[in-house]
């Protein structure tokens, strides 16, 4: 018998095609916390806003705060330890300026803007400022006057030693040094006199700072001579 006939092969697989297509995709960029880029932006731009706003009422508070501190400061202190820094007539009309000043607060100026309540301090000050610092020189004069006298006293106690260790200062130095106490001390006296008999109503003769001004030059003249070296002993 003959052989089994064998089975074709089967049919190979269709042919297919791969075609590449390029599409644009519109993608939203979404946060971890799944808010979308434009709504955190607008986010972010509204509590920045918010700060700003925050921050612009509380500086306007402040603001207004020391305007009104200052006319109820200036208010007492010109009835108090100003009262002699100011003419009488001069005092009135800048209380009158703070008590105009202390109705507009409470009215016309209750919402005013930061700047205006600074404007309005500056203006006060230019008029209490003087008043203020006159007292305050008149004040710092007496200690400025007893630290002179009391370096006077030292300089002199110092030319006076008789330490071995200043043997070396003659005395033709030492009386250079106290005929400047002499000196210094008149003019202390002059000058104490001339503060008592000057109106406090203007500006002191003299400062505090011009006193010790004089205390130091006086110092260091008595220390230029007290602290010279001794001289090389003889080769």
Known sequence: PSAA????PPPPPPQTKT????????????SSLGMARKALDEAVAEECEMVLQDRVVQETHDSKNRLEEYVYAMRDALGG???????PGESEKFVQRLNDMEEWLYGEGEEASKGVYGEQ????????DPI?????????????FRALSNSIQDCLEWVGSTDSKFKHISEEERGEVRTECAEVEGWVEEQRKGVGEAPKTTAPPLTAQDVMRRRASLSENCRKVMERPKPAPPA
């Open 81 to 87: 330890r100003l009262a002699a820094y100011v003419e």
């Open 121 to 128: 301090l500056q203006g006060l000050r230019a008029t209490g």
């Open 19 to 30: 075609i590449t297509r390029l599409e644009r995709l519109e993608v939203e960029e979404v």
């Open 132 to 144: 203020d610092a006159r007292y305050k020189q008149f004040e710092a004069l007496p200690d400025a």
């Open 5 to 8: 006939a064998t089975p074709p």
